[in-house]
């Protein structure tokens, strides 16, 4: 398994969860690492990625709200959510994302975890 997804839950309205994907070795030192989540009848979204100088991107929205680090001695990326809304409820997926010079693109992907928010 390259990517080990932990974390989710369910929570109440404003409530935090804490996201986290431990990569193999060879991927965190490679690999941009993010977060994408997805609903059912939905496509995957981007939720946040940071690259491996630790330059992050965040998603409108769930912009000032969520943040995304990376632990290199755990080789781990980790999403902290907070102020969580009932339209945060998806599933949670990790993602290694390399690009070559040539434009070639690699992925690996995260088992999924689920994250409900309730009222």
């Known amino acids: 398994v390259q990517l080990q997804a932990s974390g989710g839950g369910m929570v109440q309205i404003g409530g935090s969860l804490r996201l986290s994907c431990e990569a193999s070795?060879?991927?965190?030192?490679?690999?941009?690492m993010g977060w994408y989540r997805q609903v059912p009848g939905k496509q995957r979204e981007l939720v946040a990625t940071?690259?491996?100088?630790?330059?992050?991107n965040i998603a409108d929205s769930v912009k000032g709200r969520f943040t995304i680090s990376r632990d290199n001695a755990k080789n781990t990326v980790i999403l902290q959510m907070n102020s969580l809304k009932p339209e945060d409820t998806a599933v949670y997926y990790c993602?290694?994302?390399?690009?070559?010079?040539?434009?070639?693109?690699?992925?690996?992907w995260g088992q999924g975890t689920q994250v409900t928010v309730s009222s």
């Open positions: 940071i690259s491996r100088s630790s330059i992050a």
């Open positions: 993602n290694a994302h390399y690009r070559t010079p040539g434009g070639q693109n690699f992925d690996y």
């Open positions: 070795a060879t991927i965190f030192s490679l690999y941009d």
